[in-house]
Every structure is written in C-alpha cells, then in structure tokens.
C-alpha cells in the first residue's frame, strides 16, 4: 500500500501541491507535540502588542525572530513530511523566508489578498518559494481560517481573485497548510470569540534575499547551538561553492574555525 502522511498518500500530495497549489496534511502532529508547541507560541505572544498595519492585521498579534527562542517549534520547522514537498518543488537547498508565529484575534477582518512570492520581481511562473501555515488551533471559516483561491498559483500577472473563488482551508489543529508561494491567499476574518493562531513559514530559492534576516536577527552564538538542519534553513548553508561563503570557506567550516578561536 502506498504511505499515506496527514490523510494523504505521498504521491497525492506532490500532485495536489503541484495542481492545485496547495496540499493540506491534515493533523500531522502528535498531541504532545502540539501541545508543547501551542505552550510556546503562548509564552512568546503573551505581552504582544498587536500590529501597527492593516496587512498585518491591527487585532493580530505576531511575533519574529523566532530562531533565537525556537523551543518546541523546532519539529514543526523541521518536519521530514513538510519539507520532502519544499524539497521536490525547491531542490535540496532553500531557506527560511519570513517565519513568525500569527495570533488573529477575534474582530480581526480579512487580510488583504496576495502571494507571497510576490515581493520578487520574479516572472509569475517560477516557483520561488514553497510556504506552510500550521494550524496550532483549529481552522474554521468562522474563526479566520486562511482563505485560499485554489489553482491560482498558474494565473497570469494582473489576474485577480474573486470573492467566490475563495476557500477557507478548514483544518483542525496540527495540520499543515502547505503552499506555492504563487498561489493567492489571505488570512481569513475571524468573527469568532476565540484567537486563531498559526506559525507561517516561507521557504525560499537560496540565490534570493530572504523577507527576514535570520542571520542577524539570531546571532552567530545562538546560530551554532541550533540543530544543523535548522542553521541551514536560518541561510548559513551556500547555495552553490561560489554563493554565500565566508572569507572563501563554507560557513559551516568557519563557524567551526571561530568557535575554536
Ligand atoms: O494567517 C494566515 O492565514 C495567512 C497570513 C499571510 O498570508 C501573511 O501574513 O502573509
């Protein structure tokens, strides 16, 4: 029988992902995992003020720079079923793009539409970024559940979603959303009386600027505690042996060296 991750058999969910531009891998975290992790976004949003802008939302709460206090989050960021997707759509190397976790409070209207990819001026077919929402609370379509436009990760430039056209990825919580960076979205209006909270994360082609600078935002003493799969992600690793070394040396190989004094 084929292997079957998040009610979903593997292959599928390439094909889903590739079709229709996103694939939902529902419930992919065991309770205690999501348990823990759901205790950390707390901790970290806890105190939050909300955000300043009507994109990021002024009754939602977000919180950044999440490398340098990643704590039980690190298996969401890391997780193998997630980033086989990236994987096949990015190639072996990529990076994290924005990564923040997203409280949408309740009163929270709908963010305006738009694809992630679109902060490069990338012609509309290259796939440049491979993203996922995890739901750390259910998604309903009455609490803000991302609303997605299916299928409009292969729309032309200039086209754009109408209201019928969208979707509420309705999902409980634990599950992945995983996205084209070209595919139209939003976070959805939450008229419910509780807060939707998510943890986003972009993945990104490793020859482009990220949203965030991991680098700087984590510091090279925390980047040289974190898991090797993570520093990578964080943009330490080069893309090629003549993109993204350190004083000519692989980074990895110099934080070492520095280490060592
Ligand atoms: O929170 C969501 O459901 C989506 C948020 C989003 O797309 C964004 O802020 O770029």
Redesign the pocket.
Known sequence: MAAEIGGIDRTDALAKLRDEGFVVLRALLPDAQLAAARDHANDLLRGQAWSDND??GRRTRRVYSLLSRVGALEPLLLHPEVHRLVTAQLGEVYQFG?LFL?A?DPAQGA?PL?F?AGVYPLPREVEAETNV?WALDDFTASN???LIVPGSHRWAAGRRPQPQELVPAVMPAGSALVYSGRLW????RNSAETTRR?L?CEHVLPWLRPADNHILATGVDVLRSLAPGLRRLAGVAPATDYLGFVAGQDPEQWLRQIASG
């Not at 979205?185 to 959805?188: E, S, T, Y």
């Open positions: 994109f990021d924005m997203s949408v963010q738009h992630d929402i803000g559940a991302t979205h939003a976070a959805g998510a986003i």
